[in-house]
């Protein structure tokens, strides 16, 4: 007899891990000495935990520590860290005890949206848009709207397509930096969002996994400085580069905080306890940090210098993040076979637009910048021969 299966079954996959297989392959199948595939499908940082992290996860082995769970909202040395980041970094006030460590960003978003909605409920979001959002709203039964975004407002929602919303959403999930774009909200649009989403009852959902990697155009505001009722979103996945290691966080308003320690008690326990001991000691390691980051600007600034003459002239605002999303409707309407033909004929590996947008994905593809640097140089010199341009 077949059984039933349920609603989360149905979640579509995140098809850059498709393309991550079949750059896989390809690498795999080159003859010995043929120039290797250049990695711009992911968006993990090329280079490992900073030193400092990985010493402290070894000393905390060595030295024979439990290590077993931690409190469900993290240990308190460490939500105290985060609090002196959101002090020094951004001059705001978080006291630890509205701080949950959680596993990673991706484990953040089922308490939040466990803990601020109800099925059914509507939760709006940028479209090109980072796919878990809508995927998992989708599996717990409440509802993604999407607003369709594009070069004019930087991707990015404006309080004017909120306000033409009817019914009105109960959430919006904004990010800045973003994901596939790589645009981000100035601060006074992320606070007239934030300060219109509390007037409204509308609950905002930031994400702000890309803060510390931003290139200077527009500044970096975190929606806490702006809204008592915002859940703020962060993890070491990115600037910290620890992906691996799974830790993030919640910045949460009163409200929610006990409703996210029942839950998280529940649903995880704790997140791993030497990965949080690495990720507080990482918070300290800002020299390392920096010369990671400075490799992304030089990367960076070689590809919009370079991808423009290789026959990529259309590129969204790169404001932050280490992405760029490229409109390629000149080139092809279907980014998925392009992605394909650019791997097979140029060894380089793209993510297709239609993991972040259903509807416009096809016209659009995304580069990522935060692989190895001498990678990155080579892309458009290897893009232009391919297309002809050379
Ligand atoms: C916008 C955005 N949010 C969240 C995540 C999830 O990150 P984590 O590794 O912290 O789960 C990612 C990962 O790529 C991302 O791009």
Same mark, same amino acid.
């Given at each position: 007899?077949?059984?039933?299966?349920?609603?989360?079954?149905?979640?579509?996959?995140?098809?850059?891990?498709?393309?991550?297989? #079949?750059?896989?392959?390809?690498?795999?199948?080159?003859?010995?000495?043929?120039?290797?595939?250049?990695?711009?499908?992911?968006?993990?940082?090329?280079?490992?935990?900073?030193?400092?992290?990985?010493?402290?996860? +070894?000393?905390?082995?060595?030295?024979?520590?439990?290590?077993?769970?931690?409190?469900?909202?993290?240990?308190?040395?460490?939500?105290?860290? +985060?609090? &002196?980041?959101?002090?020094?970094?951004?001059?705001?006030?978080?006291?630890?005890?509205?701080?949950?460590?959680? /596993?990673? #960003?991706?484990?953040?978003?089922? !308490?939040?949206?466990?803990?601020?909605?109800?099925?059914?409920?509507?939760?709006?979001?940028?479209?090109?848009?980072?796919?878990?959002?809508?995927?998992?709203?989708? #599996?717990?039964?409440?509802?993604? *709207?999407?607003?369709?975004?594009?070069?004019?407002?930087?991707?990015?929602?404006?309080?004017?397509?909120?306000?033409?919303?009817?019914?009105?959403?109960?959430?919006?999930?904004?990010?800045?930096?973003?994901?596939?774009?790589?645009?981000?909200?100035?601060?006074?649009?992320?606070?007239?969002?934030? &300060?219109?989403?509390?007037?409204?009852?509308?609950?905002? +959902?930031?994400?702000?996994?890309?803060?510390?990697?931003?290139?200077?155009?527009?500044?970096?505001?975190?929606?806490?400085?702006?809204?008592?009722?915002?859940? *703020? /979103?962060?993890?070491?996945?990115?600037?910290?580069?620890?992906?691996?290691?799974?830790?993030?966080?919640? !910045?949460?308003?009163?409200?929610?905080? &006990?409703?996210?320690?029942?839950?998280?008690?529940?649903?995880?326990?704790?997140?791993?306890? *030497?990965?949080?001991?690495?990720?507080?000691?990482?918070?300290?390691?800002?020299?390392?940090?920096?010369?990671?980051?400075?490799?992304?600007?030089?990367?960076?600034?070689?590809?919009?210098?370079? !991808?423009?003459? #290789?026959?990529?002239?259309? +590129?969204?605002?790169?404001?932050?993040?280490?992405?760029?999303?490229?409109?390629?409707?000149?080139?092809?309407?279907?980014?998925?076979?392009?992605?394909?033909?650019?791997?097979?004929?140029?060894?380089?590996?793209?993510?297709?637009?239609?993991?972040?947008?259903?509807?416009?994905?096809? &016209?659009?593809?995304?580069?990522?910048?935060?692989?190895?640097?001498?990678?990155?140089?080579?892309?458009?010199?290897?893009?232009?021969?391919?297309?002809?341009?050379?």
């Amino acid at each position: 007899m077949a059984l039933k299966t349920g609603r989360g079954a149905e979640a579509p996959p995140f098809l850059v891990m498709d393309v991550i297989a #079949a750059a896989n392959a390809r690498a795999a199948a080159l003859p010995p000495g043929a120039p290797g595939i250049l990695r711009m499908e992911v968006g993990q940082p090329g280079s490992p935990a900073p030193r400092g992290a990985t010493e402290a996860a +070894i000393r905390a082995l060595q030295a024979g520590a439990p290590l077993g769970y931690t409190e469900a909202l993290g240990n308190p040395s460490l939500r105290a860290r +985060i609090a &002196r980041h959101y002090r020094e970094h951004y001059g705001l006030e978080a006291p630890p005890a509205r701080i949950a460590v959680t /596993v990673g #960003a991706s484990g953040a978003f089922p !308490l939040a949206f466990l803990a601020a909605f109800d099925r059914g409920d509507r939760v709006a979001m940028a479209a090109p848009f980072y796919p878990p959002y809508a995927n998992i709203l989708t #599996a717990l039964g409440m509802e993604p *709207v999407l607003l369709e975004c594009g070069p004019e407002t930087r991707f990015q929602p404006t309080v004017a397509m909120l306000d033409a919303l009817d019914p009105r959403p109960e959430g919006l999930v904004v990010a800045s930096p973003c994901n596939p774009a790589g645009t981000m909200l100035a601060p006074e649009e992320l606070a007239a969002i934030a &300060r219109w989403c509390h007037a409204n009852g509308v609950r905002l +959902i930031s994400d702000e996994i890309y803060h510390g990697l931003s290139w200077g155009s527009v500044a970096e505001s975190s929606a806490a400085a702006f809204s008592e009722s915002a859940i *703020v /979103v962060n993890s070491f996945s990115k600037y910290w580069c620890m992906t691996g290691w799974r830790i993030g966080w919640l !910045l949460l308003p009163e409200d929610l905080l &006990r409703p996210v320690e029942r839950l998280a008690q529940n649903l995880f326990i704790s997140a791993p306890h *030497v990965a949080q001991v690495a990720a507080e000691a990482a918070m300290d390691c800002t020299e390392e940090l920096e010369a990671k980051k400075a490799a992304y600007a030089r990367s960076r600034a070689l590809l919009l210098e370079g !991808l423009p003459r #290789a026959g990529f002239p259309r +590129i969204a605002a790169a404001d932050g993040a280490f992405y760029l999303w490229c409109d390629v409707g000149h080139l092809t309407a279907d980014s998925l076979d392009f992605c394909a033909r650019m791997l097979e004929g140029a060894g380089i590996a793209a993510t297709p637009g239609v993991d972040f947008d259903r509807a416009r994905g096809r &016209r659009f593809l995304r580069f990522s910048y935060c692989g190895e640097e001498a990678a990155m140089a080579e892309a458009p010199a290897r893009l232009a021969a391919w297309l002809g341009r050379n």
